[in-house]
């Protein structure tokens, strides 16, 4: 097995693509070792010194780290063959039935939720993943859409700023019921983590937002 590394926006996040499905229809965050109990894979890599977070798409994986202080050099040997040795055995990625995300459609959402949760899924979900990442819809409340950034987007200020803009650009194009979207940031994201690291969220920003300006005019053709 070779597995690749790709860079993430994050620098604290890198995704590990090792050539085959890790999973067949959904994403699994684990941020922390008790949240590994359904997937034995997750378990071996938080065994690893310096990993912090796991996350697994449907044909990588991002882990992420610490601290910046980490290295990843002294990390990627033994990433490398937890992973290897892993799916050399055979065992499954998920020894549970992996829970069903809310963004995935439900006959029990009205006509709105949908449309949101349809968006999502064909047009920002992707982008995201590209960079080792997730977004969850959490709900839709008096106007306004909820979501979660898992994997590389998790603790990454600028991401969480970022793909607020650009979600919220399209949705309130194309639904007009939607009138802002609210991110659910994960413990450890404060204000004085996004003021210090500025400079960071600047150049990251950036990148996501041209990526999501791509699709938004391919897809709504929104003028400039």
């Known amino acids: 097995m070779f597995i690749q590394t790709q860079d993430t926006p994050n620098p ?16 699994m965050d684990f941020p922390s070792p008790a949240t590994a109990y359904c ?18 798409g449907s044909d990588f994986i991002t882990i992420t ?11 990627k040997p033994d990433i490398y063959a937890t992973i290897m040795d892993f799916f050399a055995s055979g065992l ?8 069903r995300t809310d963004t995935a459609a439900s006959e029990e ?10 968006l999502l899924d064909t047009r920002i979900r992707p982008t995201v993943q590209e960079d080792g990442g997730d ?6 409340e008096d106007g306004i859409v909820q979501l979660k ?23 309130q194009f194309y639904i007009p ?33 041209r990526k999501l300006k791509l699709i938004l005019k391919s897809a709504f053709k929104i003028r400039e």
Not at 12 to 27: A, H, L, Q
Not at 135 to 140: A, N, S
Request: with cysteine.
């Open 12 to 27: 604290n996040s890198m995704k590990f693509i090792p050539g085959r499905t890790v999973m067949e229809s959904s994403t």
């Open 39 to 56: 997937s034995p894979l997750a378990r071996q890599l938080f065994r690893i010194e310096g990993v912090k977070s796991v996350f697994f």
């Open 65 to 75: 780290k610490t601290s910046e202080d980490t290295d990843w050099n002294l990390m």
């Open 92 to 99: 499954p990625v998920v020894t549970e039935e992996a829970p």
């Open 109 to 118: 959402d009205d006509e709105v939720v949908a449309m949101i949760k349809e």
């Open 135 to 140: 977004v969850i819809f959490k709900g839709f």
């Open 149 to 171: 950034l898992q994997g590389s987007c998790t603790n990454c200020p600028s991401s969480i700023i970022t793909l607020k803009s650009g979600i919220q650009n399209m949705l």
């Open 177 to 209: 019921e939607v009138e802002g979207v609210e991110q659910r940031i994960p413990p450890g994201v404060e204000e004085g983590a996004i003021i210090h690291h500025k400079s960071l969220i600047e150049k990251i920003s950036k990148e996501h937002f």
